[in-house]
């Protein structure tokens, strides 16, 4: 039997960018759920009639009914609003925390074996939600934020150097916000470090656009945030899961004393296979980056605790 994706905001763009993505890939069946009526389902039928064209076999369906969830292998959470120009991700915060607690809870009730890989903004605030409010097990419930942020990092360095994109590998921790932590010595072009081919100038620099890459689009489009890259890194995670790749990216996840930190989600670097968030990857950090961290762990429960979780 084929496996099933379930996307609660597939109506929205990174939703609806997210199931094209998985159906493209022809890893599952896809659902698109939304509260909005018609548009989960007159997206999924637009989708669906793209497959011949495209060809990929999936079946993809529209739902503004969570009973829809029921049987997902995997629940992608897209549902919440985008962040607005001047708005920062914080802002967002408590609006977003009534439809991501919502949305645990009809995973909770309908699909209670599933993955779920949060994407609602603030992220790691919102995956902690997530976890709390489902009561699954650590490796079930991730946050998606680092691909995305290391995807924008390991873009910035391949224009910058003229190179491939396939051989820039990029690691950035932390909370997805100001304070994010890119890595440059874990940053590599076809495994030499960054920090042999740019000079500290230019990595100050990408590292900087990194942290603001999100703010970047937000200021050009206006009405909303990105979603291409954000719908590509939530599927690549999708598929990491249903086909027990046991990939090495950055995720947010539950600490529990790794990296010296406990009880809230932030991006580590994991092993993310068939088990979900399989295990944490410990990295030696500089005394710089190990501080960079903590201050970004500190960013992040400030707000667990404005949601008083
Ligand atoms: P969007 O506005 O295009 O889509 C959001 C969708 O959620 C809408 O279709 C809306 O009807 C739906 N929705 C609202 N309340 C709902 C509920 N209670 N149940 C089901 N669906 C509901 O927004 P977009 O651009 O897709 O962004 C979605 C979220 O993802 C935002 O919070 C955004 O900040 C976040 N985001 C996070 C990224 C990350 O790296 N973690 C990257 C990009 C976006
Ligand atoms: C982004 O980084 C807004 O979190 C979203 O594009």
Not at 11 to 38: P, T
Not at 84 to 109: F, H, W
Not at 141 to 151: K, Q
Request: charged residues 20%.
């Amino acid at each position: 039997m084929a496996k099933k994706v379930s996307v609660i905001g597939g109506g929205g763009n990174v939703g609806a960018s997210c199931a094209l993505y998985v159906a493209e890939m022809e890893i599952a069946d896809v659902v698109m759920i939304d509260i909005l009526e018609g548009v989960p389902q007159g997206k999924a039928l637009d989708l669906q009639q793209s497959a011949p064209i495209q060809g990929f076999d999936a079946y993809v369906t529209g739902s503004s009914d969570f009973a829809a969830l029921e049987g997902s292998d995997v629940v992608v959470v897209t549902a919440g609003f985008p962040r607005k120009p001047g708005m920062s991700r914080e802002d967002l915060l408590k609006a977003n925390a009534d439809i991501v607690r919502n949305a645990a809870e009809k995973i909770r009730t309908h699909a209670p074996n599933a993955f779920v890989i949060v994407v609602t903004n603030p992220l790691d605030v919102m995956a902690y939600l997530a976890w709390k409010t489902t009561g699954f097990p650590k490796n079930r419930v991730m946050g998606m934020a680092g691909v995305l942020d290391s995807a924008r990092l390991r873009t910035f360095v391949a224009l910058e150097l003229g190179v491939s994109m396939q051989d820039v590998h990029a690691m950035v921790l932390g909370g997805h916000g100001d304070s994010m932590v890119p890595l440059p010595r874990y940053t590599t072009v076809g495994g030499i470090s960054i920090t042999e081919l740019l000079s500290p100038a230019q990595i100050e620099a990408i590292s900087k656009r990194t942290a603001n890459g999100g703010a970047e689009i937000v200021a050009l489009l206006k009405t909303g945030s990105a979603f291409y890259a954000p719908a590509a890194s939530a599927a690549q995670m999708v598929q990491a899961i249903l086909k027990d790749q046991r990939r090495l990216l950055p995720a947010a996840v539950l600490l529990e004393g790794e990296y010296g930190m406990r009880d809230l989600f932030i991006g580590v670097p994991i092993i993310l296979g068939g088990q979900g968030v399989e295990r944490i990857v410990p990295l030696q950090l500089s005394a710089e980056e190990d501080a960079a961290l903590r201050k970004s762990g500190d960013a992040v429960k400030k707000t667990i605790a404005e949601l008083g979780l």
